[in-house]
């Protein structure tokens, strides 16, 4: 696609549920970011990717949640026995390389609300 | 470790006016810079970026960001805002050995009058 793909774009379920956040990145980007966007913690790194692997993972909250890339595409956000403070808007972006000079594309999000 | 601060949570201008958004970051070495915009139910759009060079940054529509090393700032500015401004402005800085990692600032919500 043109874009960062995420899906879905809306997820309600119940607390203690386990959840799945799916990001399909721009075609022919290595890199692959996770981010957090909430109203009381405002915009906050979770993961990123570098192809397959994930070499930094101290951003994300717990050991609740993990991440994965395969292919060196898709990238899947797993949270499990979610809680009421997981409710938030998780972005995912992607770029061409690593780098900080590299622009990162967002996608439009994925709005979790834990019951 | 970097942070940003984003002083003004909202700002209210009139169609027609020049807005400033200001933006302070925390970092020791020469930072990369960034300004995002997020319209309601969109992802973050790239307005500008900073990482070397002439300190005053040319982004799109029509904004411009100033890095002043001194202030530690980076502020954004529009000389004539347009209905279609109105959006969430994040600032943020990158973290990590190669600067991948953004920090946001908590955001500035720009509302335009009529």
């Known amino acids: 696609g043109a874009g960062v793909s995420q899906s879905p774009s809306n997820k309600v379920t119940e607390k203690g549920k386990d959840v799945e956040l799916r990001c399909d990145p721009i075609?022919?980007?290595?890199?692959l970011y996770w981010y957090r966007q909430s109203l009381g913690q405002g915009l906050e790194f979770l993961i990123y990717?570098?192809?397959?692997?994930?070499?930094?993972k101290s951003g994300l909250p717990s050991d609740r949640f993990s991440a994965e890339r395969t292919g060196g595409s898709v990238s899947t956000l797993t949270i499990q026995r979610t809680q009421q403070e997981d409710s938030a808007v998780y972005l995912c972006?992607?770029?061409?390389?690593?780098?900080?000079?590299?622009?990162?594309?967002f996608g439009a999000g994925t709005r979790l609300s834990v019951l | 470790a970097q942070s940003v601060t984003q002083p003004d949570i909202h700002i209210t201008v009139s169609e027609g006016a020049s807005l400033e958004l200001r933006c302070n970051y925390s970092?020791?070495?020469?930072?990369?810079l960034f300004w995002y915009v997020q319209s309601p139910g969109q992802g973050l759009q790239l307005l500008l970026k900073?990482?070397?060079?002439?300190?005053l940054v040319q982004g799109i529509k029509g904004f411009e960001a100033e890095f002043k090393r001194s202030q530690s700032s980076f502020n954004l500015r529009k000389p004539s805002v347009h209905w279609s401004d109105a959006a969430e402005y994040f600032c943020?800085?990158?973290?990590?050995?190669?600067?991948?990692?953004?920090?946001f600032g908590q955001g500035t919500r720009l509302t335009i009058n009529p």
């Open positions: 990717f570098q192809g397959n692997s994930a070499p930094d």
């Open positions: 900073y990482f070397s060079g002439d300190t």
């Open positions: 075609s022919g980007h290595t890199a």
């Open positions: 972006a992607s770029s061409l390389e690593l780098a900080g000079r590299r622009r990162q594309y």
């Open positions: 943020a800085v990158g973290q990590g050995q190669g600067a991948q990692k953004l920090v």
């Open positions: 970092y020791g070495a020469t930072p990369y």
